[in-house]
């Protein structure tokens, strides 16, 4: 026992210091000049009014880009997000912003939607990012930018969090802390499939050669869906060193759970066994053990790689203000995470907005069962 504990915790150590190597990488590689500059038509599903949604949406009237136009996709023209649209063109008509009513039955709504939206889309370079995202003017010269290389099929990038109630900090610690170092360390070690819903940057030919949104409308990963498929055709997924920003709304500690367990029981079935691996990069958990054990040079060394390598994704590459103030409760934050691990290990079922969705083995969404009146998630 004694020998499984102090691997398992090298194990965690190792995994931080990749961590720290990972966002040293990054930093140093940069990204293309920019300086391609196709016509782009960026994609934004929307439902419902998020925290700062005009912020975010303002945010795109005025991009630093020769030609563009924003496609903002609804189910319903009911939808309170429809009538803030509709405020914001004509407060800022100049803005290329078009409003399209997509009625959809798929059984992933936002795919449904986005399938709708690239059929409008009248630009051969695509750029889907989610209703919340917040950009700078520079935005889609710097994503589109690596696309002038052939090789390249996706471009994505990571997003810090931001928050007007503890439960979303608390959130957006976890996601600069946790979840960015995670995708940073993929990229490390050679995995090519991933995508983030922050921004996804495709060529509408690209596209529609793996069968366009239609084949990934029963999934519940559409973003990373998108972007395997994309690799599995022979591109390359290039991670932008862009960062933008996303409002977390959680109002409660239960809406943050709920929404954890989610992210959780996505990534399980569409990572398979690869999932049980998160328990390796868990190092407070295994500092917390090694500390019961006596062993106080491998808590020490653990703990100082974990923070370490949290500050060096959340302030050193996301530039995140929740994880400026509040790095020292990541430990904390850690064992939360743990708990939201375990309770994704099990479950078919995940709560998206309004809706109960039941998942298959593959990550397909098998039932849907209407909640009206959840608040969203």
Not at 190 to 212: H, N, P
Request: net charge positive; proline share 6%.
């Amino acid at each position: 026992m004694d020998d499984f504990l102090l691997a398992a915790c090298g194990a965690a150590f190792v995994y931080q210091l990749a961590a720290l190597a990972a966002a040293w990488r990054h930093r140093r590689r940069g990204d293309p000049q920019p300086g391609y500059s196709p016509p782009v038509s960026i994609l934004k599903p929307v439902r419902g009014l998020d925290p700062h949604f005009d912020e975010a949406i303002r945010s795109h009237a005025a991009l630093d880009y020769p030609e563009y136009e924003v496609l903002f996709g609804v189910e319903s023209e009911d939808d309170p997000a429809a009538a803030a649209i509709r405020r914001l063109m004509g407060a800022c008509p100049e803005a290329p912003f078009r409003l399209v009513a997509c009625p959809t039955e798929a059984p992933n709504r936002k795919a449904g939607v986005l399938e709708k939206l690239a059929r409008e889309a009248k630009h051969p370079v695509l750029v889907i990012n989610d209703s919340d995202v917040r950009v700078e003017p520079d935005y889609l010269r710097r994503v589109v930018a690596p696309l002038q290389d052939p090789g390249t099929g996706v471009v994505t990038c990571l997003y810090r969090g931001r928050a007007d109630s503890a439960p979303g900090r608390w959130e957006a610690l976890g996601v600069a802390t946790d979840f960015a170092p995670s995708v940073l360390v993929a990229q490390l070690v050679g995995v090519r499939e991933f995508g983030l819903g922050s921004t996804l940057a495709v060529r509408a030919r690209d596209l529609e050669r793996i069968g366009g949104f239609a084949a990934i409308s029963e999934y519940i990963a559409d973003d990373y869906q998108l972007a395997r498929r994309i690799t599995e055709a022979g591109f390359r997924v290039h991670l932008s060193s862009l960062v933008v920003e996303t409002t977390l709304g959680a109002e409660s500690w239960r809406q943050v759970w709920r929404h954890q367990v989610r992210w959780h029981r996505t990534i399980r079935v569409s990572k398979g066994p690869a999932y049980l691996g998160i328990l390796v990069t868990q190092a407070t958990f295994w500092a917390l053990l090694a500390a019961a054990a006596g062993w106080w040079v491998p808590t020490g060394l653990t703990m100082a790689a974990r923070l370490a390598a949290g500050l060096a994704t959340g302030v050193g590459i996301l530039r995140c203000p929740v994880t400026r103030r509040w790095w020292w409760l990541t430990p904390l934050r850690d064992l939360f995470g743990l708990a939201v691990w375990a309770a994704g290990l099990a479950g078919s079922t995940v709560e998206w907005r309004d809706r109960r969705l039941r998942l298959s083995r593959d990550g397909r969404i098998t039932a849907i069962e209407e909640q009206p009146g959840r608040p969203a998630l």
